[in-house]
C-alpha cells in the first residue's frame, strides 16, 4: 500500500465472506495524491474447527491484501474516510474543503469518457469495483481534518481548519447546523452510539461535549453545547490505592443497548459505578475543588501534533477516551514541587461525567510521544478469571480519580474485578506517533505494543467489525495489518448484548430528499404526422428521361 502520505484509513462495517472459513473486509485508505483507494483484506484467521480437522503439517496462510479500486474525485489532500455504521456509503473529507459520499456501482456501468483504466493512476491497474459520487457537498473553502457519522447514518459530523464543526444531512448533502466554539482548528470528532452527544477536540487544547436535543423534525438536529473541558480537576491516585481503598461493591449491571437515552437520569443503568454528583446545565462554571496553581491543562497545543487529535467513544457510550493528553501527578510528594514532570498520556471520561467540565476518571500517561488517535474494538469481551490480582498487573503509573469504584464481591465466590467495575473487557487502541498500544478496561496495563514498523508518525486506526484485526496507516505512505487469532483478545461477550450486532434505525427513513440528477434530459421529438386510414395512399411521381444530346467537347 505505498504512496504519498497514508492519512487515514476505515474498515468497511458489515461485507459477507469472500472466501470459505475465514472473513475479508474491505479496507478505504487515503492520503496526499488526492485520491482514495479500496482495498480488500484476507486476514486468512483459521478457526479452531478448521485447525483441529486439518492435518499437523498444514499451516494456514498468511494475511494478504487484494487492490480493488481508486476514488479520483478530489482536488486537495484526502484527510479521512469513514465508512457509514451499515457500511453501504463511504464518506472522505479533505483539503478541498469537500465532503464526497461514495456508492458502489456496476462495473458494467461507466460514466461516458470513463474506463477501468480512467479513473486509475496505477500505470494502468484495472479496477476490480468501480464507485461512484452520489453526493458531493461543498462544506468550507478551507481545509477539513475529520468526520464522523451519526448512529443511525442520518447526519455526518466534518470539522477543519475554519474552527468550526458543521452538521451535514446524508440525504441532500445540506448543512443544516454550525458550530463555532473552538479557537483553533477541529482536529478530531466522535459521535455516541447511543446518538445523545457529540465530542469534539481542538488544538486550542479543549474538548467539547455537546448533547442532543429533541427536534420537531426528524430531517434535522440540534445540538447543545454541555462542558468544556481544559484543566484538569481530578484528584490522582494509582490504581494499587484505589484497590486497596475501596470498599465491596456489587457489579455494574449490564447496558442496554437498545434503548437510546435521552437524559443522564435515564442512563445511570448504563454507567460504570462512579459516585458523580448530578450534573446540571451549567456545570462547566462550577469552582473547581483543586486551586489554580495545581490545576494543569489537559491537553498539548498546537505543537503537540500538526494533524489530528482523534478520540473515540466505547461500542457501549459509557466511556469516551481522548488523546493528546498531558498528565502531571498530583500525588502527596510532588503537589508542592513546581516542577512536576509532564508525561504524554489519553484521558477517560464516564458517560455521567460529561456533563461536567473537567472531570476525567481516569487517564493512562508514559507514552514517550504525544498520542494521537484511539479506537475502540466494536467487540465486547468476558472478563480474565486471570486477572484478579489487578493491583499487581497494573503500573503505578496509571491514575484514577477519586470516586472511581471497583467491582468486588465476597471472598466466598471470588469473581473477576474491573477497573471501571464493567461486567466484560472493551479493547481500544491507542496510537502514538512511533508506537501502537492496545489497552482493555479490566486493567491499567497495556496488553500489547506495536513499535518499530514506519518511518513516519502513526495517523489513524481502525478495527474490522469481528474484532480480530488492526489497521495502522502512517503518513509514510505504508499501512501495517495486525491479526489476532482466536480468543487471543479474549472469549466475546454473550452476543444478546453485542452493540455492533444492534442498529440504530434511522429517524429519516420517510424522508428521502431528492438527488439532482446528473443524466442529460431526454430531448422530446416532434410528433410524426402519421395519415389516417381513410385517406388514400400517395401516388408516386415518375419523371422522364429526356435526351438532350453529346456533351460538348472543351473549347
Known amino acids: 500500500m505505498a504512496g504519498d502520505q497514508s492519512l487515514s484509513t476505515d474498515l468497511e462495517t458489515t461485507q459477507p465472506p469472500v472466501l470459505a472459513g475465514g472473513q475479508s473486509w474491505r479496507l478505504a485508505t487515503a492520503g496526499g495524491d488526492n485520491n482514495v483507494r479500496m482495498w480488500m483484506i484476507h486476514p486468512n484467521i483459521p478457526s479452531p474447527a478448521a485447525l483441529a480437522a486439518a492435518s499437523s503439517d498444514t499451516t494456514p496462510h498468511p494475511p494478504r491484501t487484494e487492490y480493488l479500486a481508486t476514488l479520483a474525485r478530489h482536488t486537495g489532500v484526502v484527510n479521512v474516510v469513514r465508512f457509514s455504521p ?53 462544506t468550507t473553502p478551507l481545509e477539513l481534518y475529520d468526520l464522523a457519522w451519526s448512529p443511525d447514518a442520518d447526519f455526518v459530523a466534518a470539522g477543519g481548519t475554519d474552527f468550526s464543526v458543521r452538521l451535514l444531512r446524508v440525504s441532500d448533502g445540506t448543512v443544516i447546523r454550525e458550530i463555532s466554539d473552538h479557537q483553533h482548528y477541529v482536529q478530531g470528532i466522535a ?14 487544547r479543549f474538548m467539547h461535549v455537546y448533547e442532543r436535543q429533541k427536534e420537531q423534525d426528524s430531517s434535522s438536529i440540534d445540538m447543545r453545547i454541555v462542558s468544556r473541558n481544559t484543566r484538569s480537576d481530578m484528584q490522582s491516585r494509582s490504581v494499587s490505592e484505589a484497590l486497596s481503598s ?27 459505578p462512579i459516585d458523580v454528583p448530578e450534573c446540571s446545565t451549567c456545570s462547566q462554571h462550577a469552582p473547581s475543588s483543586i486551586s489554580s496553581d495545581q490545576a494543569q491543562k489537559l491537553y498539548g497545543d498546537d505543537r503537540c501534533t500538526s494533524f489530528f487529535r482523534r478520540l473515540d467513544f466505547s461500542p457501549d457510550g459509557a466511556l469516551l477516551v481522548t488523546p493528546t493528553g498531558q498528565f502531571y501527578p498530583l500525588s502527596a510528594t510532588e503537589a508542592g514541587s513546581k516542577n512536576t514532570p509532564m508525561s504524554n498520556a489519553v484521558y477517560i471520561y ?39 490480582s489487578t493491583s499487581k498487573s497494573m503500573p503505578s503509573t496509571a491514575q484514577l480519580s477519586k470516586g472511581v469504584s471497583e467491582a468486588h464481591t465476597s471472598s466466598d465466590t471470588p469473581r473477576p474485578t474491573s477497573m471501571f467495575g464493567l461486567p466484560y473487557r472493551m479493547i481500544y487502541a491507542v496510537a502514538t506517533q512511533e508506537s501502537v498500544w492496545v489497552y482493555d478496561t479490566q486493567q491499567a496495563g497495556p496488553l500489547c505494543c506495536f513499535s518499530n514498523l514506519h518511518y513516519a508518525s502513526f495517523t489513524d486506526l481502525a478495527w474490522s467489525p469481528d474484532g480480530q484485526s488492526l489497521m495502522m496507516s502512517s503518513s509514510d505512505g505504508y499501512c501495517s495489518l495486525a491479526v489476532f487469532d482466536y480468543h487471543e483478545l479474549g472469549r466475546p461477550y454473550q452476543y444478546s448484548d453485542q452493540p455492533s450486532l ?33 385517406a388514400e395512399p400517395k401516388k408516386k411521381r415518375r419523371v422522364a428521361l429526356t435526351y438532350e444530346g453529346p456533351l460538348s467537347s472543351s473549347q
Open 86 to 138: 451499515f457500511g453501504d456509503m463511504l464518506a472522505s473529507a479533505g483539503d478541498d474543503g469537500n465532503v464526497l459520499f461514495w456508492v458502489r456501482q456496476d462495473l458494467s456501468r461507466n460514466h461516458f469518457g470513463q474506463t477501468p483504466f480512467s479513473v486509475s493512476n496505477l500505470d494502468g491497474v484495472h479496477d476490480k469495483e468501480c464507485w461512484r459520487v452520489r453526493l458531493m457537498t461543498r
Open 191 to 204: 459521535w455516541d452510539p447511543l446518538h445523545q452527544y457529540l465530542a469534539t477536540q481542538s488544538s486550542d
Open 246 to 272: 475501596v470498599d465491596a461493591a456489587a457489579p455494574a449491571p449490564a447496558p442496554a443497548f437498545s434503548n437510546v437515552c435521552t437524559s443522564a437520569a435515564a442512563s445511570d443503568a448504563q454507567l460504570p
Open 350 to 388: 464516564g458517560r455521567a461525567n460529561l456533563c461536567r467540565a473537567n472531570v476525567p476518571i481516569a487517564a493512562l500517561p508514559g507514552h514517550k510521544t504525544t498520542t494521537i488517535a484511539v479506537r475502540f474494538s466494536p467487540i465486547l469481551y468476558r472478563l480474565r478469571s486471570s486477572s484478579c
Open 502 to 534: 444492534t442498529r440504530t434505525p434511522s429517524r429519516t427513513s420517510g424522508f428521502v430528499a431528492p438527488i439532482p440528477s446528473f443524466e442529460p434530459a431526454p430531448v422530446k421529438l416532434p410528433a410524426s404526422s402519421t395519415p389516417s386510414k381513410d
